[in-house]
């Protein structure tokens, strides 16, 4: 996908969500809207970091731009079901122990603290469950052929290394999950709000990418602003028996945090190039 065609299907599916939150705004009221806006900013924000793996994923495997797109697409459409499975699990849990919203906490804050400070995420397929066993199942060819994920060839089937990528995009999604779930039920624990803010943000994960793909080096404190806005949100899960944040500050602390770590890394990115 060429830039320019990339920066438009980002800006198309951005304007569709700002589309579907000024219908949430009429239909359920301000709370709600601006439950689903905070939702969705912090959902992309830590979408971006997902994309960043999914870009030393497509790198470690030697997928070319070409093959990329279409492991995207069912990628993305994997992520919708598996979110839409979490957030339905989630949401009847903390409908029956509420408690586990306590646990979601501390889970934030863990995670804000290792992405702000801790090591880099490390691509391991060897140490993928659900890829060695697959393995196991059916033989895996050495070379891509086109942009099949299975081929016949004397009346065996073999996988290829798309799906080999695949797989393990899907299953990366699945660790990701454990940090963006929590963080949008320590805003709202209404199930149509948050998979519908999940929903959106992950649409347009595709378009995106292309676009992260140019500019990956030029916002390099984002990570940083995202673990800030973990570490926040599940201090305000733990607090809230005690101290409520109302959801109108919460956005307001979130945008404020990730428009900070945007502007930080484009001054950085500015004094960098006209030092060379």
Same mark, same amino acid.
């Given at each position: 996908? *060429?830039?320019?065609?990339?920066?438009?299907? *980002?800006?198309?599916?951005?304007?569709?969500?700002?589309?579907?939150?000024?219908?949430?705004?009429?239909?359920?009221?301000?709370?709600?809207?601006?439950?689903?806006?905070?939702?969705?900013?912090?959902?992309? *924000?830590?979408?971006?970091?997902?994309?960043?793996?999914?870009?030393?994923?497509?790198?470690?495997?030697?997928?070319?731009?070409?093959?990329?797109?279409?492991?995207?697409?069912?990628?993305?459409?994997?992520?919708?079901?598996?979110?839409?499975?979490?957030?339905?699990?989630? *949401?009847?849990?903390?409908?029956?122990?509420?408690?586990?919203?306590?646990?979601?906490?501390?889970?934030?804050?863990?995670?804000?603290?290792?992405?702000?400070?801790?090591?880099?995420?490390?691509?391991?397929?060897?140490?993928?469950?659900?890829?060695?066993?697959?393995?196991?199942?059916?033989?895996?060819?050495?070379?891509?052929?086109?942009?099949?994920?299975?081929?016949?060839?004397?009346?065996?089937?073999?996988?290829? +290394?798309?799906?080999?990528?695949?797989?393990?995009?899907?299953?990366?999604?699945?660790?990701?999950?454990?940090?963006?779930?929590?963080?949008?039920?320590?805003?709202?624990?209404? +199930?149509?709000?948050?998979?519908?803010?999940?929903?959106?943000?992950?649409?347009?994960?595709?378009?995106?990418?292309?676009?992260?793909? #140019?500019?990956? #080096?030029?916002?390099?404190?984002?990570?940083?602003?995202?673990?800030?806005?973990?570490?926040?949100?599940?201090?305000?899960?733990?607090?809230?028996?005690?101290?409520?944040?109302?959801?109108?500050?919460?956005?307001?602390?979130?945008?404020?945090?990730?428009?900070?770590?945007?502007?930080?890394?484009?001054?950085?990115?500015?004094?960098?190039?006209?030092?060379?």
């Amino acid at each position: 996908m *060429s830039t320019r065609k990339a920066i438009f299907w *980002s800006v198309f599916w951005i304007a569709l969500s700002l589309l579907l939150n000024a219908a949430v705004f009429l239909l359920y009221g301000q709370q709600k809207a601006v439950a689903f806006f905070t939702g969705y900013i912090i959902e992309k *924000s830590l979408s971006v970091d997902n994309l960043f793996v999914f870009l030393i994923i497509f790198t470690f495997f030697d997928v070319s731009p070409v093959h990329q797109r279409r492991i995207l697409n069912f990628g993305i459409v994997g992520v919708i079901i598996l979110r839409g499975l979490l957030i339905f699990l989630g *949401s009847s849990l903390v409908e029956r122990f509420e408690w586990i919203l306590y646990i979601f906490g501390v889970i934030l804050i863990y995670s804000g603290y290792k992405m702000a400070f801790g090591k880099e995420k490390k691509v391991e397929p060897d140490r993928n469950l659900l890829l060695n066993w697959f393995k196991k199942l059916i033989p895996v060819k050495n070379g891509y052929t086109g942009e099949h994920f299975f081929i016949k060839e004397n009346g065996v089937w073999y996988a290829t +290394p798309m799906i080999i990528v695949l797989i393990v995009i899907e299953t990366t999604d699945i660790v990701f999950a454990v940090d963006s779930i929590p963080a949008i039920f320590g805003i709202t624990t209404d +199930p149509f709000i948050v998979f519908s803010s999940n929903l959106m943000a992950v649409l347009g994960l595709r378009s995106l990418y292309f676009v992260l793909e #140019r500019v990956q #080096r030029a916002f390099i404190y984002v990570k940083y602003g995202v673990g800030v806005v973990l570490v926040f949100i599940g201090a305000k899960m733990l607090i809230a028996d005690y101290f409520e944040i109302s959801t109108v500050i919460s956005l307001t602390v979130v945008a404020f945090i990730l428009t900070a770590s945007v502007l930080v890394s484009y001054i950085k990115q500015a004094v960098t190039t006209r030092t060379k």
